[in-house]
């Protein structure tokens, strides 16, 4: 599926609110696979094993990856990818809140990349066959390395389910904090509608939702762990960020994704 | 074992012999190349740790990718080596986890903090050229076919590396001010490094049975003048001070000093004029240098979380 | 956790044999894979496999070196 004749080539073929949410969501994955990428670093050393510290490095390698080529997207919506890279502050990020604060144990770790990684994924697959040709094009790559991301994810949960009772409580705890904002990140049911008619993406937030437990949930279960629940509360999200926390990730995670320190070096 | 005595076997490596299982070695081989792979698996998976430093702050999403990228291939290389030993009856648990950080063989260059994006690329530029050095002549000569082979794959990536840190070395170094001046104050503690990483000269070293087994090619003074010769011209090209220079009439770069010398840690310079001996240069290595034991434990953090969890 | 060695088989091009690349250690096969995949990320690989190394049975001699596929001279100055 690379051509056909209701292919949108550009934004204006949009209508001015759709394409403000098509814009939306290209940033909030963007956004999120950048920061995703900056948690992932920080246990390319200290993952348990010598594979794990490599398969570390390389997943976050690949988020970095696809956060540049959905950034780059937004030139044609009028963004200046550069200005979103360098000079945005925590609060105008629109990174998924289960990123917020940095991974401190190996536990977290495998929980972000069991679950939040799988849901930018379901996100992402939802448009693998948009109708906007220049987002769809690229999204095919990402989903394949997205598999290992997943095989990664779930491998090492169900590791750590069958460990130790000490190594489940850890991984449940751990998923029980980062779940609610995971399945809030879809947004309220009819979030995407719009884009849904438009043939943007092929599916609204609680369809979303669905397919996220649908993949979710067995690989959950299957470790021996619980998956959470809760009910959804909207009442103070903010759509165009995806998140209710108006903060964004922790300042040390945006200097880093800004490149402050090392700014005198910036020419690339 | 001892299906050869060491003289046997020593002919038969000189002569294209290419060893494949342990009951064609003898002890003194298998000694050797134990020491050789330990020392090449601690350098490269202490370099991971030294990069990581700047890489996490890497300036832009490109370089942290790029930097990530040489991390991920030194941990490989890293796992490469300590198979290999595991494959000669080397515990990798006991080579990862349970030494003391001193008892790790890299070069004194990994137990050095680097401080920017500049000197992250001048260690590229530098000491993986070092590493190339090394690990080029082994992969021509090594009688180890199992060693041979894997450096298939870790020559390849160390170039990459190589050209990562040349070609922004010279990004850095025509953009001028501070981003030359950083490049220039890398060089300058990591040349005298670089110079010293080769180890003893030849007229020094007793008989060296790494070379009598084939596992390496080049003797210590073979290897650093190579990597002289690549590295002075680099430098005296980007117009970088180095107490070095090319000698036209010798056809070769030339050090400039007396080495071995002082260094001064906390302030990362060299006391060019402090000349010292071999024997004390091996006690500043064995001692380690202010990163040692941090790198080693940040290669750890998740193996102690695992076994305290999954134990208790 | 029990963990074993996998070796991992490879080849670049579909018309290729497969080649010994490496080893990993895994605790189990899906595990593996990623471990393969990320660790030997060196070629764009049309194919890769991985296998319990105790599950090759030596032949002729009395090891596997796991050895004996790759030719040692394609890259030059390791
Ligand atoms: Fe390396
Ligand atoms: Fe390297």
Redesign the interface.
């Known amino acids: 599926m690379t051509e056909s004749a209701a292919d949108l080539r550009s934004p204006d073929q949009l209508a001015a609110d759709t394409r403000q949410e098509l814009r939306d969501l290209i940033l909030a994955l963007a956004d999120s696979k950048r920061i995703l990428g900056i948690r992932y670093a920080d246990w390319v050393l200290g993952a348990p094993?010598?594979?794990?510290n490599?398969?570390a490095s390389?997943?976050s390698q690949d988020e970095w990856g696809h956060s540049r080529i959905l950034y780059a997207l937004l030139k044609d919506f009028g963004d200046d990818p550069q200005k979103l890279e360098h000079e945005r502050q925590a609060a105008d990020y629109c990174s998924i809140e289960a990123l917020d604060r940095p991974l401190g144990t190996w536990p977290e770790f495998v929980v972000v990349n069991a679950v939040v990684d799988t849901a930018l994924s379901v996100q992402l697959n939802a448009l693998a066959a948009s109708s906007y040709a220049p987002l769809r094009q690229r999204v095919q790559k990402q989903l394949e390395e997205e598999r290992?991301h997943a095989?990664?994810g779930?491998?090492?949960l169900?590791?750590l389910g069958t460990?130790s009772d000490a190594a489940r409580a850890a991984t449940q705890s751990a998923l029980e904090e980062r779940w609610p904002a995971v399945i809030h990140w879809f947004g309220p049911d009819e979030l995407g509608a719009g884009m849904k008619a438009a043939g943007l993406i092929d599916a609204t937030g609680a369809e979303l939702r669905n397919r996220f437990f649908q993949r979710a949930r067995p690989t959950i279960e299957t470790s021996g762990l619980k998956t959470p629940r809760l009910d959804l509360d909207f009442s103070v999200w903010n759509t165009s960020r995806r998140r209710s926390n108006p903060d964004g990730p922790d300042p040390e995670a945006v200097a880093r994704a800004r490149g402050d320190r090392n700014r005198a070096f910036l020419m690339d | 074992m001892a299906r050869f005595s060491d003289e046997e076997l020593k002919e038969k490596v000189q002569n294209g012999f290419i060893v494949?299982?342990?009951?064609e070695m003898t002890e003194a081989y298998k000694k050797a190349l134990i020491t050789q792979l330990t020392v090449q698996g601690d350098t490269e998976l202490m370099s991971a740790p030294s990069y990581y430093g700047p890489a996490k702050d890497a300036p832009s999403t490109n370089t942290m990718v790029s930097s990530m990228a040489i991390i991920?291939d030194e941990l490989?290389h890293a796992?490469?080596a300590y198979?290999l030993l595991?494959?000669l009856g080397v515990s990798?648990e006991y080579l990862l986890y349970e030494r003391q950080p001193h008892e790790f063989k890299h070069p004194y260059g990994f137990d050095q903090y680097l401080d920017n994006w500049a000197e992250l690329v001048v260690a590229n530029g530098l000491f993986d050229r070092a590493g190339?050095t090394l690990?080029?002549d082994?992969?021509?000569n090594t009688s180890y076919?199992?060693l041979?082979?894997?450096?298939?794959?870790?020559?390849?990536?160390?170039?990459f590396h190589l050209r990562h840190g040349e070609v922004w070395m010279r990004r850095l170094c025509e953009a001028g001010g501070e981003a030359r001046e950083k490049v220039q104050r890398g060089v300058s503690w990591m040349f005298p490094m670089g110079v010293e990483w080769f180890g003893m000269p030849d007229d020094k070293k007793r008989h060296n049975a790494q070379l009598d087994f084939r596992l390496k090619g080049m003797t210590n003074d073979q290897l650093r003048q190579t990597w002289l010769n690549a590295v002075v011209p680099l430098c005296e090209e980007l117009s970088l001070d180095i107490p070095a220079h090319w000698d036209d009439a010798e056809g070769r770069a030339v050090v400039d000093y007396e080495f071995p010398v002082n260094f001064d840690e906390a302030e990362k310079a060299w006391l060019l004029d402090e000349p010292i001996t071999w024997e004390q240069a091996f006690e500043r290595w064995k001692r380690r240098g202010p990163a040692n034991t941090e790198y080693v434990e940040s290669v750890r953090k998740g193996r102690i979380q695992m076994r305290e969890i999954?134990a208790a | 956790?029990t963990e074993r060695?996998y070796v991992v088989f490879a080849r670049k091009n579909r018309e290729d044999p497969l080649h010994?690349?490496?080893?990993?250690?895994?605790?189990?096969p899906?595990?593996a894979?990623?471990?393969a995949?990320?660790?030997?990320?060196?070629e764009r690989w049309f194919e890769m496999v991985v296998a319990p190394q105790d599950s090759f049975h030596p032949v002729n001699?009395?090891?596997i070196?796991?050895?004996i596929h790759?030719?040692?001279g394609?890259?030059?100055?390791?």
């Not at chain 3, 995949?37 to 060196?42: A, G, H, I």
């Not at chain 3, 394609?74 to 390791?78: K, L, N, P, T």
């Open positions: 094993e010598l594979e794990a490599i398969a390389s997943i290992f095989g990664h779930a491998a090492w169900r590791r460990a | 494949e299982s342990e009951d991920q490989g796992n490469i198979r595991e494959d990798r190339i690990l080029g082994v992969h021509r076919g199992p041979k082979r894997a450096l298939v794959k870790v020559g390849l990536e160390e170039n999954a | 956790m060695i010994h690349v490496g080893s990993v250690h895994a605790s189990d899906e595990l894979k990623v471990y995949w990320k660790t030997y990320d060196e001699r009395s090891e070196p796991f050895s790759r030719d040692p394609s890259a030059e100055g390791a």
